[in-house]
Structure formats: C-alpha cells, structure tokens
Nanobody, 123 residues
Framework: QVQLVESGGGLVQAGGSLRLSCTASGLPFSRLTMAWFRQPPGKEREFVVH????????DYADSVKGRFTISRDNAKNTVYLQMNSLKPEDTADYYCAATSSRWVSSGTRYTYWGQGTQVTVSS
C-alpha cells in the first residue's frame, strides 16, 4: 500500500519557521522525484518545489525563493521542506507528491499524493 504522510504543519507567527516532513512507504522512494505543492484557502493548488532522486532541487516558486529549502533522505524515505521567514500568504495546506517523471511542476504529472498538512501564518 502506497502512502505519503506529511507532518510538521501548524500555527506560526510571521517571520517564524516550520519544517515539514513527508515519509513514504510502499513505493521506490529513492528512484522518484518528490515535490511539495500547496493550496491556499479558496485558491487553486500551486507548485512549490521539487527534488530529484539524487537530492538535486529544481526551481522554486518565485514566492518562496530564498525562504524555503527542500531536501530528502533516501535512507529514511523522507522529503523535507524547511520554511523560513514565513509570511501570512504562505498559509495553505501543503502536500507532498511523487512521480517517476523528471523535473515536472504540473500536479497532473504526479502519481502519488499525501493527505496534506495545514500551515497557518499569523500576522
């Protein structure tokens, strides 16, 4: 059974930090591209960043560049999203996703999805 389980969300003040984790099971994690997406309240889902199976990150969304960092630990089947200098506009449900494709930012290309973790940034 394939599972992606996110954790680490919560309520934080503007300027604060959070570290999201996504642990996978039931799939060949070390061979997959992983990504983080987010869906702000009342808005469509948007791409945040992806990372290839070797740990090289792709382009970040302009809105998070310089503040967010993606990483992965293949030994732990886990991908992380370190979020610093958080802003109220970062408030969203954050989802991790997996694909066997390379360097894709469209959600339609991702096969597996987690259930999401909520991040709320207060002003």
């Amino acid at each position: 059974q394939v599972q992606l389980v996110e954790s680490g969300g919560g309520l934080v003040q503007a300027g604060g930090s959070l570290r999201l984790s996504c642990t996978a099971s039931g799939l060949p994690f070390s061979r997959l591209t992983m990504a983080w997406f987010r869906q702000p309240p009342g808005k469509e889902r948007e791409f945040v960043v992806h990372i290839n199976n070797n740990g090289i990150s792709g382009d970040y969304a302009d809105s998070v560049k310089g503040r967010f960092t993606i990483s992965r630990d293949n030994a732990k089947n886990t991908v992380y999203l370190q979020m610093n200098s958080l802003k109220p506009e970062d408030t969203a449900d954050y989802y991790c996703a997996a694909t066997s494709s390379r360097w894709v930012s469209s959600g339609t290309r991702y096969t597996y999805w987690g259930q999401g973790t909520q991040v709320t940034v207060s002003s």
